[in-house]
């Protein structure tokens, strides 16, 4: 009983000093113009945290919201708040709405529910709770309080040590990344964490300042992170990952990354995720029958994984996360997420005969050399005969003729080597890797009628893009799909003919290749003695894989780095008969070269023998660049763009 009385002295304190905290911060939105125009503002942002001896965190998450109009108050009608079950308990501990004519309504928080969350691909029972504030006013301030008990968030009581499920996978270390930015303006954040006086913890704060200290309170040492006035972080069109460019924490108990990667892999194989199966052993072995060189086998074991594990992921309880599944369930139940796509070619390429161990990434931002856990995605490793480890991701390769896939180029892993292994990142691809080229011979009639054949080949990313039909789609659909990217063209287009060769779903039987035979009437602006049309290459034909032209290049400079799909290069070469007794008016651009080391372009259009000649070459080398690099990269697509205006042919 007495344990109670303090909890509630502890809360009822809490809760006044808060409230105190938040009528400050009013104070200073009323009398500052600059948060006038917002729909509601933030007055206060707190989370408190305990760190216990085996690296649970008892986390109190408190936030006063002042609504400003009527959109502030249908967005905070209703609080969510996003957990998992299976590592984490939350609930709210109080909530009261503030009305700006005194009103004080303290919500019924045991009416709040528990719902399971949105999901998709990933159904692990990932949980929400909600409470139903219900109708606001501008004036009007609602203060909450949420309290998670788990790896992350935890509950301010003390922890039973029996509750394996609430302690981290890396048991005794703690680590968190708190974003210092905001949807909404916010007029103070704080972040304080309370760890054992024994715990060494390390941190840095990044992409910006804050106000921090750290200090001793009996056998504890506190660490305090305080940001004041965070306006709404300014957003850019193809910009990185917000955990990139804006400001953040890191903190972390683990030394360094080389302690992650020890215990990643002694983790997995104390757990025995790769052992051999006998039936797994017999796809193995006719996988690789036939295979001379380790490369063939491994490309071999990849892309079968990658073909045949489905992506979805079904909970199987204790054990998701940081533990792969082992070889039995993998090949028993041929789906999973990304570590259990990876787990499965791990086991396949020991089973072969290979060295390959797992290896934690974080897809869509880097990673810092703060060892905190950024990691949302598994993928594979594998020891060449030189010694060199070679990382291998089957989740994003299905029917690609890769192995690493070039979307993630860029990209920081850690591999789980019995070694140890520092941070690595994968390489920029060169973009001869990812070619797309046309290649159309066409003649304009006297008419208006375009008719002639187009050949597009392309590999790495390029070719997937342009061969997703035949490997996704049903082989029914495959000639409508292949008419719409001319009907992208002109509605009035004809499909005389394709060939995409023998079988376009085999895809390591060597690149991409489909020609194109058809027929546009009315395809060119007919004059008195003037023939006005644009490049047929340069006329909406593919442009689902120029994912540069979904960059904005009308922006003429940008403040954060930005990024494209893939690096990539466009090739396209298209020679058009006009007819006889007409010439081309040379246009400003008959001729075009731009050079950096980011971009280049290379461009011509010449007239000889009533034929005009069109040829360009778009060289894109990163698929994340930096801020400074917008200049050159946009220069070169807007050349490439500029080949694609309208061409006018005279009669003599």
């Known amino acids: 009983m007495k344990y109670h009385y303090i909890i509630l002295a502890l809360f009822l304190s809490t809760y006044v000093s808060y409230g105190q905290d938040w009528l400050v911060q009013k104070k200073i939105v009323e009398k500052q113009k600059v948060y006038a125009s917002h729909n509601c503002v933030t007055l206060a942002d707190s989370t408190n945290v305990t760190v216990q001896p085996n690296g649970s965190g008892s986390f109190s998450i408190y936030k006063t919201i002042l609504i400003q109009n009527r959109e502030g108050a249908l967005k905070n009608r209703v609080i969510i708040y996003d957990y998992d079950p299976l590592t984490a308990f939350a609930s709210f501990s109080y909530a009261t709405i503030y009305r700006a004519n005194g009103d004080i309504i303290n919500l019924d928080v045991t009416q709040a529910k528990d719902y399971i969350a949105p999901a998709r691909a990933i159904y692990w029972g990932a949980r929400q709770i909600m409470l139903e504030v219900g109708r606001l006013y501008p004036g009007d301030v609602v ?119 020890l215990w990643f892999n002694k983790t997995n194989e104390d757990y025995g995720s790769f052992e051999a199966l006998p039936e797994a052993q017999k796809k193995v072995n006719e996988i690789i029958k036939g295979k001379k060189t380790e490369m063939d086998k491994i490309a071999a074991l990849t892309h079968w994984v990658a073909d045949n594990i489905r992506y979805s992921g079904i909970s199987m309880g ?110 920029v691809s060169p973009p001869e890797n990812h070619y797309f080229r046309i290649n159309s011979q066409t003649s304009l009639l006297t008419n208006g009628t375009l008719k002639g054949k187009f050949t597009v080949t392309a590999e790495g990313q390029s070719d997937g893009m342009v061969r997703r039909i035949f490997t996704r789609g049903f082989q029914s659909e495959w000639y409508n799909a292949l008419e719409r990217e001319l009907l992208n063209v002109s509605p009035q287009a004809k499909l005389v003919n394709v060939d995409y060769g023998k079988d376009p779903r085999d895809y390591q039987s060597g690149p991409i290749k489909i020609t194109y035979t058809f027929e546009i009437p009315n395809y060119a602006l007919m004059g008195e003695d003037v023939i006005v049309f644009k490049p047929l290459t340069m006329n909406n034909l593919y442009n689902s894989v120029k994912t540069f032209l979904r960059i904005n290049t009308e922006i003429s400079e940008r403040s954060y780095a930005f990024k494209d799909a893939c690096s990539r290069l466009v090739e396209l070469d298209e020679q058009i008969k006009i007819p006889k007794g007409y010439r081309l008016i040379p246009i400003k651009n008959m001729q075009s070269t731009q050079t950096s080391p980011v971009a280049d372009f290379n461009g011509s259009i010449s007239f000889e023998n009533n034929q005009i000649k069109i040829q360009q070459k778009l060289a894109l080398k990163k698929r994340v660049y930096e801020a400074g690099d917008w200049d050159s990269f946009r220069k070169a697509v807007n050349e490439h763009k500029s080949f694609g205006e309208s061409l006018i042919i005279k009669k003599l």
């Open 318 to 427: 204790k054990g998701e996360g940081y533990t792969l599944h082992n070889t039995k369930m993998n090949f028993t139940d041929r789906c999973g997420v990304c570590k259990d796509i990876a787990g499965t070619l791990i086991s396949f390429l020991r089973m072969a005969g290979f060295e390959a161990y797992p290896a934690m990434t974080m897809a869509g931002s880097r990673v810092e050399q703060i060892p905190a856990d950024h990691f949302n995605h598994c993928v594979a490793v594998v020891k060449l005969s030189n010694g060199t480890y070679m990382p291998l991701d089957p989740t994003w390769v299905p029917f690609l003729r890769e192995l690493w896939s070039s979307a993630e180029q860029q990209q920081n892993y850690l591999p789980g080597v019995p070694e140890g292994s520092d941070l690595k990142i994968t390489p």
């Open 143 to 261: 203060e909450y309080k949420i309290e998670k008990k788990g790896f992350t968030y935890a509950l301010l009581t003390s922890l039973d040590e029996n509750d394996e499920r609430f302690i981290p996978p890396m048991r005794g270390h703690f680590y968190d990344i708190v974003p210092f930015w905001n949807d909404e303006p916010t007029v103070k954040k704080v972040y304080r964490v309370s760890i054992p006086a024994e715990k060494d913890m390390q941190f840095e704060f990044y992409q910006g300042e804050c106000s921090s200290s750290v200090r001793m309170e009996g056998d504890r040492k506190i660490y305090s992170f305080k940001k004041e006035n965070i306006m709404p972080f300014p957003k850019e069109p193809n910009m990185v990952d917000l955990f990139d460019v804006a400001p953040k924490l890191m903190m972390s108990s683990t030394p360094k990354w080389e302690d992650k990667s």
